[in-house]
């Protein structure tokens, strides 16, 4: 039924938003001495989305954010060493093992059997490929394509390259913007996966996430089971 | 003759490596109030050398590594507000518009005519998109490859995802190590032009260097009469 099953992979094969929620309660202690800051996600988040015409999406973006808001917030008074502190916590992000989620290397070893397997990631180009390097899936996938956003047009040209048919695709990932909705747009089929923690970034609401037609699943592990059925449906 | 005519695009296409020779030199003269640096070049490549592994190429790379070696300099005096300095350096590189070397416009243009097109270029995916979109030369590449590395390996996968003979494959490109000597290790050909400046990672010389046989021009427009030469010749 489907040519190619495409994954997400940050939050869809491996942790990432928990690294980044853990590097920013590290910033909130650093920036102790000088304030108390009850929403230190959301003051980054702000820098985030003013930089993100300029630095796009990635664990350097974040870290350059993220010494942009340490200044401000604590009106140019941080010190040297201190944002050596912060550019050593994204050398640990960067250094952090990739940890698979759940039922992730199952399912994808199972479904690798039957399907053409392809990641669709968006981000740095340096990180996501250390990530999938590292994960020990590389060979499950057949192709990999890290992209620097994920819109309707940029998958309608990932189809386009692929010689795939939209209704012959399906794409499996933990964020509604970025990997379900723009997919069904197309015509192409989608299953949502959430992850426990979602970057405000990729958050959908309202009518426009209702309205659409994919599928929901609570975890990876539930995949087989519901390809079978689609499969069984023809 | 060949199937696939390939360029590197920083330094090849537009100017790059001088953007950030001027970005030095500003970081110099904001750092003289605490001490006068000789080589601020030199001072910079060190962490970037020691930064490659963890943030790869390109300008916020770049630019994090400016900030860590600004804080060593100044023995963690430097002040926040001079860093976010150093951060808006950074957005003015990403604003400066794409500035074609001279010729490759018109030479470009004739090549599309008869021959596939193909840019293969290193350093950050959003940067580098940024930079293909601005330069009014998309249209005519049929193929865009960003790649993080340019070593025999990657090329080797992008000759093999193309269904390429590296004897019908050309590069062409300003850097010897990046877009010449892998290319020719491969048995594929090469043709270099220098730019004015190169960055010392992508200085080759010694018997490697002298003992590949690629094809050295002084400027893009003399890419038709080689072509024209080597079609000739068969």
């Known amino acids: ?79 040297g060493r201190e944002i050596n502190q912060i550019i050593n916590f994204a050398k640990e992000m960067l250094e952090t093992p990739t940890q698979l989620l759940d039922d992730v290397a199952e399912t994808v070893a199972t479904l690798a059997q039957s399907h053409t397997l392809m990641i669709i990631t968006k981000g740095d180009l340096f990180d996501q490929e250390t990530k999938i390097a590292q994960s020990g899936l590389a060979d499950y996938f057949t192709y990999v394509e890290i992209v620097s956003e994920k819109t309707p047009g940029v998958y309608r040209g990932l189809l386009e390259r692929y010689g795939l048919s939209p209704n012959r695709f399906l794409m499996i990932g933990n964020s509604l913007r970025s990997d379900v909705l723009p997919v069904i747009e197309l015509g192409g089929r989608a299953v949502h996966v959430p992850y426990s923690l979602t970057w405000a970034h990729e958050i959908v609401t309202g009518p426009e996430a209702q309205a659409a037609s994919y599928f929901e699943l609570e975890k990876m592990s539930q995949l087989p089971a519901l390809l079978a059925d689609l499969n069984h449906k023809g």
Do not use: P
């Open 1 to 79: 039924m489907f040519d190619v099953i495409a994954f997400d992979a940050d939050d869809t094969l491996w942790h990432n938003e928990t690294i980044y929620s853990l590097t920013q309660e590290k910033l909130k202690q650093l920036l102790a001495k000088y304030r108390d800051i009850e929403d230190i996600e959301g003051e980054i988040y702000q820098t985030e989305r003013r930089n993100l015409q300029y630095f796009g999406y990635g664990i350097k973006s974040f870290t350059l954010s993220m010494i942009e808001t340490a200044i401000e917030l604590t009106n140019g008074e941080i010190q």
